[in-house]
């Protein structure tokens, strides 16, 4: 069973992977930390494709995979600029204060 | 796909790599921490024929992108901002058993459901950066055409968002 490597230690560690990028989406409060959390969560994504696309012999995956890293940048870019503007106005980027919208 | 211990080498790096980003106080930890990560993913894409992405994982996520984020947390000197110390007890135990579950699930349905199963095809891939560009410029020409009006509107919007106002000095005042 551990001679060798299937496609299921890839989607286990994928698992992991995505499952400590949602803790630090729900356990920090920085928001630069969370956002950091969900660059995890698309890379534990990515690797399950890539492991697929080889247990497929699919290269679809992998070109899945490079749409998924080029919007990622895109969000990156636009993210950390919001970020960069709330900390301009409120002086923190602590997602607890940022409650103007509570009713 | 890959030698058992090449991949608990790596798995070990990659997750201790991640609970570091999670519990690390300082950002600019956090951060170097999901460079490692990032690289060891590379790897992974190495050993499963993947050189072209592992190549763009390097320079665009471990590259690019994290250096936009460790300029911006320098820039906000947020380095120490809302560390694990400020979460309040229930929260962390919320988050703790919601993880603990996805992982239960996960597990139950592997053992139940016997993995993912199917024979791994034994046919080599052509995954060359070559093949990959053929297959993006033949069967996906809409979707890459989209990424470049995305990265477009994208740089419009961070551009417009960055720009600092001629009045910001009053709207800081206001703020006082």
Same mark, same amino acid.
Request: hydrophobic share 60%; proline share 1%; net charge neutral.
């Given at each position: ?60 995956? +992998? ?19 919001? %970020? ?9 980027i602590s997602i607890d204060e940022l409650n103007v919208l509570k009713g | 796909m890959g030698n058992p211990i090449l991949f608990? %080498? ?31 993913? /590379?790897?992974? #894409? ?6 072209? %992405? ?6 665009? #996520? /471990?590259? /690019?992108i994290m250096v936009l984020f460790l300029f911006v947390i320098m820039l906000l000197g947020a380095e120490r901002l809302g ?56 069967? #996906? ?30 709207? +800081?005042?206001?703020?006082?």
């Open positions: 069973m551990f001679s060798t490597v299937t496609i299921d230690w890839y989607v286990a560690l994928s698992v992991l992977l995505f499952t400590i990028g949602a803790m630090g989406v729900l356990m920090r409060r920085n928001a630069i930390i969370i956002f950091m959390s969900v660059e995890m969560m698309l890379n534990s994504a990515n690797l399950a494709f890539v492991a697929f696309a080889r247990h497929l012999g699919d290269l679809d995956g +992998q070109v899945l995979t490079f749409f998924v890293i080029t919007v990622a940048a895109a969000e990156v870019a636009v993210g950390l600029a919001l %970020i960069v503007t709330i900390f301009r106005t409120k002086h923190s | 608990l %080498i790596l798995a070990v790096i990659a997750v201790g790599s991640a609970l570091g980003m999670l519990l690390s106080r300082n950002a600019i930890y956090s951060a170097l921490f999901l460079v490692l990560n990032f690289v060891t993913i /590379a790897v992974f #894409y190495l050993v499963l024929n993947a050189p072209f %992405i592992a190549m763009v994982q390097i320079t665009v #996520y /471990a590259g /690019a560390g694990v110390g400020a979460v309040r007890d229930w929260e962390w135990a919320t988050a703790a058993l919601l993880g603990a579950v996805l992982v239960l699930v996960f597990i139950l349905e592997m053992v139940l459901g016997k993995g993912v199963g199917g024979t791994e095809t034994a046919v080599f891939v052509d995954s060359s950066p070559t093949a990959l560009g053929l297959r993006l410029f033949e069967a #996906y020409v809409f979707p890459f055409e989209l990424t470049g009006v995305l990265l477009l509107i994208a740089m419009i919007g961070v551009v417009v968002l960055g720009r600092t106002k001629k009045r910001g000095k009053h709207v +800081q005042h206001s703020n006082n």
